[in-house]
């Protein structure tokens, strides 16, 4: 059983970034891909960015590719979401996920494949 809360979210100005947090409990956190999904009202939850195991490995959505950063610290049981040079279009419910193992690193993209999940944190961004 994993838990899963996260943090770091506001409201920023286009251009700007926040560093999203998400503190898992359990000693098994290193043995866990960990995904951020996002989710604006009204649509679908989409996947943003997927860290392996040991950090070494990780995958972004081509929407956040080169702005948004994931990483971890296995020691901490936390994975962080860096996001820099904002956009509007980046306004959402900011999810972060544990799967237990994925096939590919595609695979991190699909939501099917995590089985816990933080309760999400508000990023808004004006333009």
């Known amino acids: 059983q994993v838990q899963l809360v996260e943090s770091g979210g506001g409201l920023v100005q286009a251009g700007g970034s926040l560093r999203l947090s998400c503190a898992a409990s359990g000693r098994t956190f290193s043995q866990y891909v960990m995904g951020w999904f996002r989710q604006a009202p009204g649509k679908e939850r989409d996947f943003v960015a997927g860290?392996?195991?040991?950090?070494?490995?990780?995958y972004y959505a081509n929407s956040v590719k080169g702005r948004f950063t994931i990483s971890r610290d296995n020691a901490k049981n936390t994975v962080y979401l860096q996001m820099n040079s904002l956009k509007a279009e980046d306004t959402a419910v900011y999810y972060c996920?544990?799967?237990?193992?994925?096939?590919?690193?595609?695979?991190?993209?699909?939501?099917?494949?995590?089985?816990?999940w933080g309760q999400g944190t508000q990023v808004t961004v004006s333009s």
């Open positions: 996920a544990a799967a237990p193992k994925v096939g590919t690193m595609a695979a991190m993209a699909d939501v099917r494949g995590y089985d816990y």
């Open positions: 860290v392996s195991w040991s950090g070494a490995a990780t």
